[in-house]
């Protein structure tokens, strides 16, 4: 008999119009609710919070005017390109005048439809990804014409599928080493091919021109944002979820604005300075997370319990992909012709990633790197190692970070969670222990 | 003279410690019950008759454990795990690691020769590696909770049995009641497998000489035999381990009354 396999046959079950509408708008709902809690709370901590933050909290709602710009700018005729994470190069997608939007989702409930096609040992990250696409609900996934969906873990990996269900997927594969001599050949024919989607969908080449703009307006995000990052090495003058906050609304708002804006808030907290006006007591233990990203708006949840323990800590720098890491490096052109842009602009993707998808005999250096280099430059009192269930790269670097940290004296804990709000009183007891312990060490 | 007490509102039982100088003057425990406040201020008033305080005699009271939030007449409070690092160190000055394994939580935490908590890690996911899980096996097994020690140091071997979770390790239970097998290998067996959970947690903290074994299921000679062959060394345990936790709460409490009189 022959075997075929139906064309048609999809990963995500028929739902009725009228489940779709009904889970869709009550999470809508829920999500609006805990955007605005979420702000709230930061407010509550930081009692005299900069007007310009409101500009950032306004960027946050996901219902609101960033989605109404888009939506307008794609009736307009412009396309809306949606990634995953963090390896789709902006600039390409700038350059071809398309607007780039990061589409991973922070949304706990849509997690739990995302349990109706997977096990719930597979990372909720890409569980409420695929939930939110059930149900319509990220309006950025659903104005997107096309995903970037870069193959990093297993889980994103087989989201592409799924998501394939719905819109075009393009699929990039980022080699697994970094220093092989055919890794960055390999990656640039990646580049290479993605650049000519992004042609072929825009109808717009990517020129010497309009290259060397985008790249430009990215040095000078890249530049606000280490203004930004700069202000948070000293006494706390700003907490770590503004400031994630920020960073975070980077991935989906107008990139110029965005630079714009954060310029202004950093005029701002430039004057707290200069007053000692700081978001909390001087004194407060600095702390570092690294681990999976951090999604707005529920996987606020750990943040959120740091700053607002007793004892308390300020979050001063991350090891993210959706906080720091997003904008920190720069792509760095020596001249500006077209090979040498197209180099850099690869270069600066693989190379400057410190995504634990890498690896090598040596372990994944440039990560660890990293977080030594911050925990120097920032003044980290200890390290919040955050890991989802099922977050398998990030989980099993943990042993090797934690020996490195532990000779190092810099304490870190291994926080394991899950997107669900019941387990916040476990969070809460193991949060206060470290900012206890931190303490405890610094009496001494 | 400093006269403190320590509060430890755990999820079955609550403990009161009463100290007067670094020298326990009494305990006393309740069951926690649907109202933990209530259960608290009873035992704490009974740990004053028996030492025969009042209130005011009382410098500071701080409270631990996972209600703390319901905690009476707390001056501050105290993580479970700094209490534990505390309480280990008292009992023990050559103590580094201190497991602590609860009824519904097992943890374990590094100090320094001070008390000081420096590491710890909580295994709170699941109740395989907790007092409870022993409970609920008791029962499958129809035998005393207090039995079930004793009744697993007869067993030559131990049988095997899923410990991922209660539920899993109870249907595993009742096919090996089913095929016959001994009561004392089936709770040898129950024994090895929290053992299992909570060493392995353990080696992931780093395991140091002078373990300190502390809470309720430190009790139980079963578990503690399991524990000590699956870590390979031997265990220190206090008396009346159950109420570390409010000797280590009580330790901070006079160390903080101590820091307001100066």
């Known amino acids: ?444 | 003279m400093t006269i403190s007490a320590g509060i430890d509102m755990g999820t079955q039982r609550v403990k009161v410690v009463i100290m007067k100088d670094h020298q326990i003057l009494c305990r006393t425990q309740n069951f926690s019950g649907f109202e933990p406040t209530k259960a608290a201020e009873q035992a704490f008033e009974e740990a004053l008759l028996k030492a025969n305080l009042s209130r005011q005699d009382v410098q500071h009271v701080t409270a631990t454990g996972s209600g703390v939030e319901m905690a009476p007449f707390a001056d501050s409070t105290v993580s479970m795990m700094g209490a534990d690092a505390q309480a280990g160190a008292y009992f023990f000055s050559s103590a580094r690691t201190v497991i602590d394994v609860g009824a519904e939580e097992a943890r374990a935490v590094n100090c320094n020769e001070k008390g000081v908590l420096v590491d710890f890690v909580v295994n709170a996911r699941c109740a395989a590696g907790a007092g409870t899980f022993i409970e609920a096996m008791a029962r499958a097994l129809e035998v005393e909770l207090e039995d079930m020690g004793s009744l697993s140091l007869k067993a030559e071997r131990a049988s095997p049995i899923n410990a991922s979770c209660v539920i899993f390790a109870e249907s595993d239970v009742v096919s090996l009641i089913h095929r016959e097998e001994p009561k004392t290998e089936i709770a040898r067996a129950i024994f090895d497998a929290m053992a299992e959970r909570v060493s392995s947690m353990v080696y992931r903290l780093g395991i140091n000489p002078g373990i300190v074994l502390v809470g309720g299921v430190a009790k139980d000679v079963g578990f503690v035999a399991s524990l000590k062959r699956r870590l390979g060394m031997e265990l220190l345990i206090p008396e009346e381990p159950m109420f570390a936790g409010a000797v280590g709460a009580a330790l901070i409490a006079a160390e903080r009354a101590r820091r307001r009189q100066q």
């Open chain 1, 1 to 444: 008999m022959a075997s075929e396999i139906e064309t048609g046959t999809k990963y995500i079950p028929e739902m009725s119009k009228k489940e779709i509408e009904e889970l869709g708008s009550s999470i809508k709902a829920a999500s609006i609710k805990v955007i605005q809690e979420n702000i709230e709370r930061m407010k509550k901590t930081w009692h005299n919070r900069p007007k310009e933050m409101e500009y950032f909290d306004e960027i946050s709602n996901f219902f609101g005017r960033r989605e109404k710009e888009i939506r307008e700018q794609k009736e307009a005729g412009k396309k809306v390109i949606g990634y995953s994470c963090m390896f789709a190069p902006i600039e390409f997608i700038l350059a071809a005048g398309a607007i780039p939007v990061r589409v991973g989702s922070g949304w706990y409930d849509a997690a739990k439809l995302g349990d109706r096609i997977m096990p719930v040992e597979v990372c909720p990250v890409i569980r409420s990804t695929a939930g939110a696409k059930m149900i319509n609900l990220s309006p950025y996934l659903e104005l997107s014409d096309v995903i970037i969906n870069p193959l990093t873990c297993d889980g994103r990996t087989k989201l592409s599928e799924i998501l394939s269900d719905f819109k075009p997927v393009w699929y990039m594969t980022p080699p697994r080493v970094k220093d092989d001599p055919q890794s960055l050949s390999l990656w640039k024919e990646e580049m290479q091919e993605i650049r000519g989607k992004i042609e072929e969908l825009t109808g717009t080449k990517i020129t010497k021109n309009n290259l060397r703009s985008s790249i430009e307006v990215m040095q000078k995000a890249t530049k606000a944002f280490r203004r930004l990052q700069d202000l948070r090495k000293g006494p706390p003058v700003i907490t770590g979820r503004d400031a994630m906050l920020v960073n975070q609304t980077s991935l989906w708002d107008d990139i110029e604005r965005w630079t714009q804006k954060t310029n202004e808030l950093c005029d701002e907290l430039e004057k707290r300075v200069e007053q000692k006006n700081w978001a909390c007591p001087p004194d407060t233990s600095r702390v570092m997370v690294t681990g999976t990203p951090m999604l707005w708006p529920d996987s606020w949840k750990v943040p959120n319990l740091i700053e607002e323990s007793n004892p308390q800590g300020v979050l001063v720098v991350d090891e993210l992909c959706s906080g720091d890491r997003i904008l920190y490096d720069p792509v760095g052109v020596d001249e500006w012709t077209m090979s040498d842009m197209f180099d850099a602009v690869s270069e600066r993707y693989l190379m400057a990633s410190t995504c634990p998808c890498f690896t090598s005999e040596h372990g994944n250096e440039d990560r660890v790197n990293w977080l030594l280099n911050r925990i120097k430059e920032y003044k980290v009192d200890g390290v919040i190692y955050y890991v989802v269930r099922g977050c398998i790269l990030y989980a099993m670097e943990y042993a090797r970070i934690k020996r490195i940290l532990d000779r190092m004296g810099i304490p870190v804990y291994y926080l394991d969670t899950e997107y669900t709000r019941e387990d916040v009183g476990q969070m809460k007891t193991r949060i206060e222990a470290f900012l206890e312990m931190l303490e405890a060490r610094i009496d001494i």
